[in-house]
């Protein structure tokens, strides 16, 4: 059974205090593992698609890494708007190419 | 209107109603999805439509009832909810099923 787990659950930072989100996942012929943010009371919001080891996407202060056995989300300086819960999920071939998520980081920046 | 909309926003029904969530996308794609949140769980995938057929149905109760008219049309009919029901319904739309998909704002649906 595929298994994505994403630590930590919960992450307060200082403003421009730079960090890293981990989402690592068990899964048989990963197609890709998708990075999404979530504020509250909305739908998520797609940030990156990931397809293989050693793939890196970034967008402004975000960078997307991948391996073989996890992904990174790294946050460098962060602002308070970058508050908010942030979900990873992969797709895997032998499971109809359905996204199996996370349980999600609350990341929470102070001014 | 621009990307994914669901109606309602919030809902509250009681366990003998029958109600509708509407979802509309406006990117022109052709699969269709509804997942469930509920505090403190992974989002869960409900139902998958791909050009209006249903092609995942991941062990959900019969008390929801998927519709798809259409390629840019997804219902969700509710009848005889239970209180664990509530939740936030989230509809989500891709290109295909093997593409990035984009998720509603969600109805936020309480069973009393």
């Known amino acids: 059974e595929d298994q994505v787990t994403q630590s930590p659950e919960a992450l307060r930072l200082q403003e421009g205090e730079s960090s890293s989100l981990n989402c690592s996942y068990t899964v048989s012929g990963l197609r890709g593992l998708f990075w999404y943010r979530q504020d509250p009371g909305k739908g998520p919001e797609f940030l990156f698609t990931?397809?293989?080891a050693g793939e890196e996407k970034e967008k402004e202060r975000l960078k997307a890494t991948l391996t073989k056995k996890e992904s990174f989300l790294h946050i460098t300086a962060p602002k308070p708007e970058d508050s908010a819960t942030y979900l990873c999920a992969v797709q895997a071939s032998e499971a109809g190419n359905m996204l199996t998520f996370g349980g999600g980081t609350r990341l929470m920046v102070k001014p | 209107e621009t990307g994914v909309t669901q109606t309602p926003r919030h809902l509250v029904m009681g366990m003998t109603n029958k109600k509708s969530l509407k979802c509309e996308q406006h990117?022109?794609?052709?699969?269709m999805y509804w997942y469930k949140q509920s505090a403190k769980k992974p989002l869960e995938l409900m139902f998958v439509?791909?050009?209006?057929?249903?092609?995942e149905n991941n062990s959900v109760p019969s008390r929801f009832s998927p519709e798809c008219p259409n390629s840019s049309h997804l219902f969700l009919h509710l009848h005889t909810l239970q209180p664990e029901d509530s939740a936030l319904y989230l509809c989500a739309s891709s290109q295909d099923i093997t593409y990035e998909q984009y998720f509603g704002p969600g109805t936020r649906l309480t069973v009393t």
């Open positions: 990931l397809y293989s």
């Open positions: 439509y791909s050009l209006e057929e249903r092609v």
């Open positions: 990117l022109g794609h052709n699969a």
